[in-house]
């Protein structure tokens, strides 16, 4: 049972190994669609003096990238906006504010024969918050700028198709304020994993 499961295992990895292989080439096009799981660090720093909680969001996402040399992409991230509630101090409820991430990257594609193509990439994030809304008071969260960084995996399903997964970190940190008052720095840098298809032109 044992050489049968290693042997169909070994045939199910030629078989992804033989299939089509995306080239990326100077002058392509990609457009990506997915969906993206937005999950901020565990510690968010303090605000009023108490700990806070900011929770995950799950939203579609869209990529373009235009490849300024063979392997070599420029992308671009965004997405529908992402929505997070902020709890301080394990319970109390401190409002919900939403923000669109659009991310400049500059990503490196492995060359490979195979299916599998990996990727890496580095950019700057420009997170844009609004709709604050809060029982205790009038808040504010302002605009942040930080660096991305990311990793991901294309499937080839079909010459100019891929299943792509993707994972990607965030510096978000934003000054907060409640009424005009300055009540700390919230620590958001989230993590991004998004499954999305992606077709090359």
Do not use: C
Request: net charge negative.
């Amino acid at each position: 049972m044992t050489q049968k499961l290693a042997a169909l295992t070994l045939s199910a990895t030629l078989v992804a190994f033989a299939a089509p292989a995306l080239a990326q080439n100077q002058g392509d096009w990609t457009v990506g669609v997915g969906i993206g799981y937005l999950d901020p660090k565990s510690d968010n720093g303090t605000l009023a003096g108490f700990d806070a909680d900011v929770d995950s969001d799950t939203r579609p996402i869209f990529t373009v990238e235009y490849f300024i040399q063979d392997n070599l992409g420029i992308e671009l991230l965004a997405s529908t906006p992402f929505e997070h509630d902020v709890t301080l101090g394990g319970s109390i409820d401190a409002g919900s504010v939403k923000h669109l991430p659009p991310t400049l990257s500059l990503n490196y594609h492995f060359p490979t024969n195979s299916a599998w193509k990996p990727y890496v990439g580095a950019g700057l994030n420009y997170t844009i918050f609004y709709d604050e809304d809060s029982p205790l008071g009038d808040l504010n969260v302002d605009n942040s700028f930080g660096v991305s960084l990311q990793a991901g995996l294309d499937y080839m399903v079909t010459d100019s198709g891929a299943i792509r997964l993707n994972v990607r970190w965030f510096d978000i940190d934003t000054d907060v304020e409640l009424d005009g008052t300055d009540i700390g720095t919230a620590e958001i840098d989230p993590w991004l994993i998004g499954v999305s298809y992606v077709h090359k032109f």
